[in-house]
């Protein structure tokens, strides 16, 4: 083999490697994009969310393996993210203990808002609950 031949293979050896991993980037991609690595309809990302002006609450909620997490004091912002099959029942409850400013809940049924409540002093706690769909 010349040496104009082997440069010759090489250069197409490369130019081969080259397109693949031009179209894994594109395959990858269009994954995102098109959201194939999401849950599937049975099965739904929820986030529970709870802000305070306080900057810590009292909360109570229900995780994704339906064990109730009972009266735990958090630091706000706080947020926990799962996936939950259809049907099952999600709730958070939040206290401000603070005796002062403002509190929030939310939930987000696949990275959209989905439940929230809000409240003042001295209103000083909230609850955001459903039935993932």
């Not at 929820?46 to 909620?61: F, H, K, L």
């Not at 799962?82 to 939310?106: D, E, M, W």
Request: with cysteine; hydrophobic share 40%; charged share 15%.
């Amino acid at each position: 083999m010349s040496p104009s031949t082997a440069a010759s293979k090489r250069s197409q050896i490369v130019l081969q490697v080259l397109a693949l991993v031009v179209l894994c980037a594109v395959l990858a991609g269009l994954a995102v994009v098109f959201d194939i690595f999401a849950p599937t309809a049975s099965e739904h990302l929820i986030t529970m969310r709870v802000e305070t002006s306080g900057g810590y609450a009292q909360i109570t909620y229900k995780d994704a393996t339906g064990k109730l997490l009972e009266a735990e004091t958090v630091s706000t912002p706080w947020e926990r993210s799962a996936v939950n099959p259809s049907g099952t029942q999600v709730y958070l409850t939040a206290a401000n203990p603070t005796g002062s400013g403002s509190i929030q809940c939310a939930l987000k049924l696949d990275r959209k808002e989905w439940k929230t409540d809000k409240a003042q002093f001295p209103d000083d706690s909230v609850a955001c609950g459903g039935i993932v769909p």
